[in-house]
């Protein structure tokens, strides 16, 4: 009797959404044979059953363990091409989701893994940043610094050893972008990680993973043993080593220096720049930290050549982003697209509005340390020169939709003491700054603010943005300020008379 082959996901959020019980309920049917593969993302409709068919990819969504009988004589699917959601998208990063098996390097091969690497080590380290340079990728963290000057720092600088690093520390709400690629399609950030080591001579790489994530460590772990024993891991005819490395669930240790200061067994506080990690990082020597998105980015440029990557999105931000949607709309899930498309249309393309029975407050992008956004702001274009202009921040890609349920007062504290928890206390305006503002908006809550009050909380917030020294502190006053400004009755109604 033959087996008919079915598709599932076997991402986090796919398992969550109830695949691992489709799973389990299927596995011992003598009929069917069940394919674990990385996600769509289109996780509104998890769990998602794929099945080839002699003319195109059909889908069953939201399906049942009853759901199987129709599904084994083909009735009900739909071309996975005609779904709005993932027929919109310009995925390059994220071709491969939905079909890949994660863990098979055959696959990973197949679909024309290790291309980028094979290209790099035809040219010379300098060929390769001067490919970086030309596509004009900036880091995906959230500091959107050109790739290419920080390689090519690292390269140039003289040094016994040097290190690369996958910040896969991954702690804004609303983001998995990262933990996706790391359980999904671990092989490409491995093949990132190779072509940056060959461009600036580094002997060994390390992956921070937040301690979160479970799934995505191991995949990690099986990824790397499998590329090793097919011989990958070398640079330069030397053997590269990658070492996975857990998290202790600080969220500073987003930021690189104090990540760095972790890896070397140290608590995760800051570092006083300069130097920057290029010159010296990682145990004092030459250090490229990046995310795990910009690694992942990596493959692409060298196997189809920087203009390539230059010739998407816009004057200042090229290439794709991977936007992450949530909240209260109807289609949450991964998106990717070039730069340009209005936060508006996004929220209207891909999230179809918001959840049944919700209206719109506002709009949170860029994780806990982002601007809130009315609905008067959203035709603001995505792209890191239009977010800077507003004073704002796209960050890793998180976008969490508010409804008008919400206290913006409680919402506001929240972020607040959120920072104050996590701040590492190397500097007084993060350390002090933040308890200090908590407490102001613990006042007014319990109406015991004044108006003096409410200009101090600004007057806090500007000191905080002007003198922190990392991106932590300097960006906490961001959601409470905008807050302000969007929504200040739900402020000065709570304020003592």
């Not at 600088?157 to 896969?168: C, E, L, P, Q, S």
């Not at 030397?238 to 070492?243: A, D, L, S, V």
């Not at 506002?362 to 982002?370: E, F, R």
Request: a neutral charge; hydrophobic letters at 40%; charged letters at 20%.
């Amino acid at each position: 009797m033959s087996r008919i082959r079915l598709y599932l996901s076997n991402d986090t959020s796919s398992c969550a959404a109830g695949a691992e019980r489709l799973a389990e309920a299927w596995r011992q049917r003598s009929d069917v044979e069940l394919v674990r593969t990385s996600s769509r993302g289109a996780f509104y409709l998890e769990p998602m059953v794929e099945r080839e068919s002699p003319e195109v990819r059909l889908a069953w969504c939201q399906v049942t363990a009853d759901d199987l009988p129709k599904i084994l004589a083909g009735n009900g699917g739909i071309p996975v091409s005609t779904i709005p959601f993932l027929s919109r998208q310009t995925r390059h990063t994220f071709v491969s989701f939905g079909v890949t098996e994660p863990l098979s390097l055959e696959a990973y091969l197949a679909q024309g893994g290790f291309a980028g690497l094979r290209a790099a080590r035809q040219v010379s380290p300098s060929a390769i940043i001067q490919e970086i340079k030309t596509s004009r990728l900036r880091g995906r963290g959230g500091a959107a610094f050109p790739v290419w000057k920080k390689w090519e720092v690292a390269a140039t600088t003289t040094a016994d050893r040097k290190y690369v690093v996958a910040n896969a520390d991954e702690g804004d709400a609303g983001t998995y972008c990262d933990r996706m690629i790391m359980e999904g399609d671990p092989f490409r950030l491995i093949e990132g990680m190779l072509i940056c080591a060959r461009a600036i001579g580094a002997s060994a790489g390390y992956i921070y993973c937040r301690q979160e994530y479970p799934a995505a460590r191991a995949s990690l772990h099986a990824a790397i043993l499998a590329a090793d024993t097919a011989g990958w891991l070398e640079s330069d005819g030397r053997p590269f080593t990658i070492e996975v490395v857990s998290g202790a669930g600080s969220y500073v240790c987003g930021e690189e220096t104090a990540l760095l200061e972790s890896l070397e067994g140290r608590r995760g506080v800051v570092r006083a720049r300069p130097p920057h990690p290029a010159q010296s990082g990682l145990y004092g020597q030459p250090t490229i930290v990046s995310n795990v998105l910009t690694f992942a980015t990596i493959p692409n440029i060298l196997a189809r050549g920087g203009a390539w990557h230059a010739s998407l999105g816009t004057e200042g931000s090229r290439g794709t982003i991977a936007l992450q949607l949530g909240g209260r709309v109807k289609q949450p899930g991964l998106i990717e697209i070039p730069f340009g498309l209005t936060l508006r249309a996004v929220l209207d393309q891909f999230g179809q509005g918001m959840a049944d029975g919700a209206r719109l407050k506002a709009v949170q992008v860029g994780g806990p340390l982002g601007s809130l956004f009315t609905d008067a702001q959203l035709d603001i274009p995505i792209c890191f020169d239009a977010f800077a202009k507003a004073d704002a921040i796209l960050g890793h890609g998180g976008i969490v939709v508010f409804d008008d349920e919400t206290d913006i007062l409680e919402l506001s504290r929240h972020l607040m003491a959120f920072v104050a928890d996590e701040s590492c206390g190397k500097c007084v305006p993060c350390r002090i700054g933040s308890l200090r503002a908590r407490e102001i908006l613990e006042a007014i809550q319990q109406g015991q603010a004044t108006a003096a009050d409410l200009s101090l909380l600004t007057e806090l917030g500007d000191t905080m943005k002007a003198t922190s020294l990392c991106g932590l502190g300097a960006r906490a006053p961001y959601p409470v300020l905008s807050a302000l400004e969007q929504f200040p009755v739900e402020f000065r109604s709570r304020l003592r008379s």
